[in-house]
Every structure is written in structure tokens, then in C-alpha cells.
């Protein structure tokens, strides 16, 4: 309960929601043991081919452009977009900001980029699939082994605890594939 007296509604994903979706999510009771580390996901398809689609996607100076809550993507190594590559992720939710350390684990140009966030314990992969004439896009975010202790403590005290985070993650990542498919079919009609 609230304050104010009225229950606490949380946006928990179960069984049967795995995939967000602006139009697809629903409000549910909080659980005690809600699952902030499961697998989320956002998928669309995008009217260009997969190499069209990595021009964007593949440009990592660009993620800030398509995340709501990622403000800055920075190298910490030269040599650029490859895997074993360091970034620094400046975050922001309302007023707190807060970094993040990710390894590039994966990168296959046209096809997939994942990074291991090693402050929260989370990957995040891009893939992309061709359908035709288009592409396939999913995000998901697993969390291989489990939340991190301190990642935790940070939502937990911060960002409203690690269920709510993890909610407003994925509706986060349904916003991120929607302006990637905006930017690149507009860049394609351009």
C-alpha cells in the first residue's frame, strides 16, 4: 500500500507475457518472488534488408538515439566496435544517473551484437533476422547467472526495486526496437 492507500500495482511479467509490446502490457498483482531476472524481450520487423538495418544498429555512438534510459555509450579501448571491446554506459532514470561496465561478447555485422553488463550481471543482444524483403528484430536482455548483489541494493534503493526496474526495462526495449525501425525506414525512404 501507499501512502495515499492504494495498492501497489507492479508490472510483472508471467508465464504467458514474455515479449513487450506497447499494447501488450498489463498490470498484475506484485508477487513476493516476482522474477526481476528473467528474460526480457521486444521484437518488431523492419521494412530493409539486415545490412541496412546494422548501419544503424551496429553504429554503438547511436544506442542513446534508441534507448530511453541509455545516455552515453563510451569505448574504454580502441579498436572499436569488436568483441572483448570495454564501453562505459552513463544511465539515467528521472534524477539518478549511474554508470555501467559492458564487455562486447558478440558481434557478427548483419546478424547479432550482445554485451555483457558486468555491473548488473545482464546481456544484451541484438539480433537480426531476414524475412523477405525485411528484417526481424529482437532484443533481449537474459540475465545468465543472476542479478548482481549490487545492482540489486542500486534498484532496490534507487529505481523503485528490481521487478519495477526490470518492467520498465522492457517496455524501455519495446521504445528502443520501435525508434530503431523509425530510424531505419525513414533513412530507407530518404
Not at 55 to 79: H, N, Q, T
Not at 91 to 112: F, I
Request: proline share 6%; net charge positive.
Amino acid at each position: 500500500m501507499t501512502r495515499s492507500g492504494h495498492r501497489r500495482v507492479a508490472w510483472c511479467a508471467t508465464q504467458d507475457h514474455r515479449t513487450a509490446s506497447a499494447d501488450r502490457l498489463w498490470p498484475v498483482k506484485a508477487a513476493p518472488n516476482a522474477v526481476a531476472d528473467r528474460e526480457l524481450r521486444a521484437e518488431t520487423t523492419i521494412d530493409a534488408p539486415a545490412e541496412v538495418v546494422w548501419e544503424v544498429l551496429g553504429d554503438v555512438r547511436r544506442m542513446p538515439e534508441l534507448s530511453p534510459e541509455l545516455v552515453r555509450m563510451i569505448p574504454l579501448k580502441k579498436g572499436g566496435l569488436r568483441t572483448g571491446q570495454w564501453y562505459l554506459g552513463v544511465n539515467k532514470r528521472k534524477a539518478v544517473v549511474w554508470p555501467t561496465r559492458s564487455v562486447v561478447s558478440e558481434v557478427a555485422p548483419g546478424r547479432t551484437i550482445a554485451w555483457d553488463t558486468r555491473s548488473s550481471g545482464a546481456r544484451w543482444i541484438w539480433e537480426l533476422v531476414p524475412e523477405g524483403s525485411g528484417t526481424r528484430v529482437v532484443h533481449r536482455r537474459p540475465v545468465p547467472r543472476r542479478l548482481t548483489p549490487l545492482s540489486r541494493a542500486f534498484a532496490a534503493a534507487f529505481l523503485g526495486g528490481t521487478c519495477g526496474h526490470a518492467d520498465e526495462l522492457e517496455e524501455g526495449m519495446a521504445q528502443s526496437v520501435a525508434r530503431l525501425k523509425q530510424a531505419v525506414e525513414a533513412r530507407n525512404r530518404g
